[in-house]
């Protein structure tokens, strides 16, 4: 990532948190898509009482994640993109 123009600080934060992205998703996926279909669509620790958070998880489908993963993905890329555009000024 060096070579093509972030510092050694921006490589390795950005190797850090994809990382942690890629394994929070990998351990949702695991862990929580039986908990969310087997409780109307909420997982254990999303309250019902908070309306929206109800609404969203209804909205689910088992393909979502992948969606989900791909839209974060794009965000930190994104990012990435105009870090180093600043980078370059």
Do not use: W
């Amino acid at each position: 990532m060096m070579s093509f123009g972030f510092t050694l600080k921006q490589a390795g934060y950005i190797g850090r948190n994809l990382r942690i992205f890629v394994i929070g998703n990998v351990t949702f996926e695991t862990h929580s898509t039986l908990t969310i279909r087997e409780h109307s669509g909420l997982p254990e620790n999303i309250k019902p009482e908070f309306e929206l958070n109800q609404q969203f998880y209804n909205l689910l489908t088992e393909k979502e994640h992948d969606e989900m993963f791909e839209f974060g993905i794009n965000i930190m890329l994104d990012g990435c993109e105009k870090l180093l555009a600043s980078n370059q000024k």
